[in-house]
T-cell receptor, first 112, second 110 residues
Framework: ETGVTQSPTHLIKTRGQQVTLRCSSQSGHNTVSWYQQALGQGPQFIFQYYREEENGRGNFPPRFSGLQFPNYSSELNVNALELDDSALYLC???????????FGQGTRLTVV | GIQVEQSPPDLILQEGANSTLRCNFSDSVNNLQWFHQNPWGQLINLFYIPSGTKQNGRLSATTVATERYSLLYISSSQTTDSGVYFCAGANQGGSEKLVFGKGTKLTVNP
């Protein structure tokens, strides 16, 4: 059984640019959630996708957007990058909206 | 949304000691998980425990849902137990999914 995988593992972008992060869900999971973890903090919920529809969103601006594909993999897009967007971005998949979540290894984004 | 408070924020132990980490919730939760974050940032699942008690080797966890808290016990700690431990909960009435605490940073010295 393949776990949750994220790509890339590290990324450096310039302020104002756009970035796309990718996540492959664990086999048998149809729900993907994204989290942002700033240094020294706990992860914060960005949004969740269930069967290709956004299914809940945290307190993040619209420049954070996402997609889920028919194979349940997902993308997180961030437009107009700001320095404060520098963080570890974590993807989690689960069997359903409220089931146990399993996390990928994360993408570390640095905005300069 | 719910608030999650973890204590203590930092814990330093000698190898072989036991420890208890606590997680308090501001409201009832339907989903409660404990994680260990490794040095590379990955969250490793320890327990999915909305209520009751579970054990896995040297680790065990207890959630008292009616009193809105959970405890993680680590016995005979090893240096490899070092890292940050997070609890996270979700309330099906809220818009957020898992809400995380700020974590407990555990250091186990040889």
């Amino acid at each position: 059984e393949t776990g949750v995988t994220q790509s890339p593992t590290h990324l450096i972008k310039t302020r104002g640019q756009q970035v796309t992060l990718r996540c492959s869900s664990q086999s048998g999971h149809n729900t993907v959630s994204w989290y942002q973890q700033a240094l020294g903090q706990g992860p914060q919920f960005i949004f969740q996708y269930y069967r290709e529809e956004e299914n809940g969103r945290g307190n993040f601006p619209p420049r954070f957007s996402g997609l889920q594909f028919p194979n349940y993999s997902s993308e997180l897009n961030v437009n107009a990058l700001e320095l404060d967007d520098s963080a570890l971005y974590l993807c989690a998949s689960s069997r359903s909206e409220w089931a146990e979540a399993f996390f990928g290894q994360g993408t570390r984004l640095t905005v300069v | 949304g719910i608030q999650v408070e973890q204590s203590p924020p930092d814990l330093i132990l000698q190898e072989g000691a036991n420890s208890t980490l606590r997680c308090n919730f501001s409201d009832s939760v339907n989903n409660l998980q404990w994680f260990h974050q490794n040095p590379w940032g990955q969250l490793i699942n320890l327990f999915y425990i909305p209520s009751g008690t579970k054990q896995n080797g040297r680790l065990s966890a207890t959630t008292v849902a009616t009193e809105r808290y959970s405890l993680l016990y680590i016995s005979s700690s090893q240096t490899t137990d070092s890292g940050v431990y997070f609890c996270a909960g979700a309330n099906q009435g809220g818009s957020e999914k898992l809400v995380f605490g700020k974590g407990t940073k555990l250091t186990v010295n040889p």
